[in-house]
């Protein structure tokens, strides 16, 4: 073997894999069709550029996936044969520890905010309605 094959070599002996069975496969999808929609979406980059799905990657690869509101910038360490439980598919790639500050940071911005808007029961029950009612039509000062 020469040194780059065994660089690039994994545990798995697969030098590369399509992205959206990569995705799929370390649980950042859970189904393939929406690891490919979220590709043509344009939500995943690799190595700076905009991948289609059947674009293949590789150990050493960088990655920058967007879920909601969050950014993962990873790299990635190997190519798994099936999909994998959440404790062996978090092996599979590395986050970069700015990434992870980012993450953190805006959930707890986002569950700050969640904190302080109202909670209410859902709808209006029949007789809340009819009190909503009633307090803007003597809000406006008309009589009932």
């Given at each position: 073997?020469?040194?780059?094959?065994q660089?690039?070599?994994?545990?798995?002996?697969?030098?590369?894999?399509?992205?959206d069975?990569?995705?799929?496969?370390v649980?950042f999808?859970?189904?393939?069709?929406?690891?490919a929609?979220?590709?043509?979406?344009?939500?995943?980059?690799?190595?700076?550029?905009?991948?289609?799905?059947?674009?293949?990657?590789?150990p050493?690869?960088?990655?920058?996936?967007?879920?909601?509101?969050?950014?993962?910038?990873?790299?990635v360490?190997?190519?798994?044969?099936?999909?994998?439980?959440?404790?062996e598919?978090?092996?599979?790639?590395?986050?970069?520890?700015?990434?992870?500050?980012?993450?953190?940071?805006?959930?707890?911005?986002?569950?700050?905010?969640?904190?302080s808007?109202?909670?209410?029961?859902?709808?209006?029950?029949?007789?809340?309605?009819?009190?909503?009612?009633?307090?803007?039509?003597?809000?406006?000062?008309?009589?009932?």
């Amino acid at each position: 073997m020469t040194r780059k094959t065994q660089q690039i070599s994994t545990t798995t002996g697969v030098t590369s894999m399509r992205l959206d069975k990569w995705l799929w496969c370390v649980r950042f999808f859970k189904t393939r069709a929406l690891a490919a929609a979220a590709i043509k979406g344009g939500k995943i980059q690799v190595n700076q550029d905009k991948p289609k799905p059947a674009k293949n990657v590789s150990p050493g690869d960088a990655l920058q996936i967007r879920r909601g509101p969050f950014t993962y910038a990873i790299e990635v360490i190997d190519l798994p044969r099936a999909r994998l439980g959440a404790a062996e598919a978090a092996k599979a790639y590395i986050e970069t520890p700015a990434s992870q500050a980012e993450r953190e940071r805006l959930a707890a911005e986002l569950k700050a905010s969640a904190q302080s808007m109202p909670v209410t029961d859902g709808r209006p029950s029949k007789r809340q309605r009819r009190q909503i009612v009633k307090f803007r039509t003597n809000w406006n000062g008309a009589d009932t």
